[in-house]
Every structure is written in C-alpha cells, then in structure tokens.
C-alpha cells in the first residue's frame, strides 16, 4: 500500500453506476440525432450553459427544461431538458460499490459529484426503490460534495480543495475517479493522482496499482 495516499475521492454517475451516456445514445438515436449530440451540447459554453448552470443550482428544473431545448434545437434536434435528466440515473456496480468498501477500510472516502436537484437523493434515481440502494452507497462516505448544494462543480479546482480541506487531507495525497477528462485535469493540477474511468476493470485495475490493495 502506497504509504502517500490517504483519500480516495469518487465521482458518482458513470463511476459507482453505469454511465447515463449509453441511455443518452439511445434518445439520439430515437429523433435522428447524431451519436453524442447531447454531449456536444454540453460541452459548448461549460462554465455558463443550461447544464452549468443547473448543476451550481442557478436555474429551476422548468428553467433548465427550457434552456437545453433551446440550446439543442440551436444545433438542430430539440430535446427537452427533462427529457435528459430522465436518462441520468445508471445503476449500480456492486463490483465497484466492493472497492469502494474495501478502500474505506484503509483511506477516507468522499464522492465528488456535478448532480441536480431532480430525482431522488444525490443519485438523481428516477424511482424510490433505486434512491433507497444508492442512499447505502452514500452512507459509506466519509463525505459526500454535491454541485447543486455547493453551488460550484468540476472542474472548477475550489470543489476538490473542499473536499480534501473538509477531509483533512492534502490534494496530493489523494486518487480521484472520474469518467471525464475534463474534471480529471484539475485535480491532476492539484496534485491529486488520477484515474480516468473507462470501464469498470479498468479502473478497479487502475485503482490496486496506484494504492497497493488487492481487490476482488
């Protein structure tokens, strides 16, 4: 075990659950949209779009189903912004929820997530059933950063330095998880060893070789 490491920070969607980006594939394909267009949406303006703003808790969830209607139909295939958040929820990964026990075991534990005050808890699970599974995950933290009630999210660096100040813990004596690049390279920046997600071996592979721990 890596006597340098003292936190693991996790992202949530796409890390702890299956990524929404495959339900997100499927509306594209649904009205003719090309493969990643509400990705694409996404990333224009991402310090002050719809998405932006309504994961920093700015806008309403009616302002937000407006807002990314008119963005995306600016680009030529209107999609209503509940129309995505439906799509957001994954389930779960009872391998990864397993690391995530085990490394708690031997590290602080938090998740970072960009999330929206819409559906059930921190998950933004569309039914109670699977908000009920996804309150146990976030139990296991020893904290638990939320966007929408922070009013920051990655990758702006003051939501890492929150975190790891909250745990008592330097920025570089953390691992963090994340399915996107674009919220990996601050953290990088801060001397937070990273681990981009790109499937679940994958990073559970990743995560052993950076801490030392043997997982199942």
């Known amino acids: 075990m890596s006597d340098q490491i003292a936190a693991v920070l996790w992202d949530f969607g796409g890390v702890m659950t299956t990524s929404p980006f495959e339900a997100f594939n499927v509306l594209e ?7 990643d267009f509400i990705r ?10 719809a998405w932006a703003q309504f994961e920093s808790n700015q806008v309403s969830f009616d302002e937000f189903d407006q807002m ?16 995505v958040i439906a799509r957001l929820s994954g389930d779960l990964r009872p391998r990864m929820v397993e690391v995530l026990r085990i490394c708690k075991q031997n590290f602080k534990v938090a998740c970072i997530t960009n999330n929206v005050k819409a559906g059930e808890g921190p998950g933004m699970s569309r039914s109670a059933e699977k908000a009920a599974a996804v309150a146990e995950v976030m139990a296991m933290f020893d904290l638990v950063v939320e966007s ?28 963090f998880l994340d399915d996107l690049g674009i919220n990996l390279k601050p953290a990088k920046a801060l001397g937070m060893r990273t681990i981009k997600v790109l499937n679940e071996q994958q990073a559970i592979d990743d995560l052993a070789a950076v801490t030392g721990l043997s997982f199942p």
């Open 29 to 35: 394909a649904s009205i003719g949209a090309p493969q």
């Open 40 to 49: 694409s949406i996404n990333a224009t303006n991402p310090e002050s779009n």
């Open 68 to 83: 990314f209607a008119e963005e995306s139909e600016a680009r030529g295939h209107r999609i209503p912004g509940r129309e």
């Open 148 to 175: 929408s009630v922070e009013g920051i999210r990655k990758p702006n660096p003051q939501i890492y330095k929150l975190t790891c100040e909250r745990l008592q813990v330097p920025t570089e004596h953390a691992v």
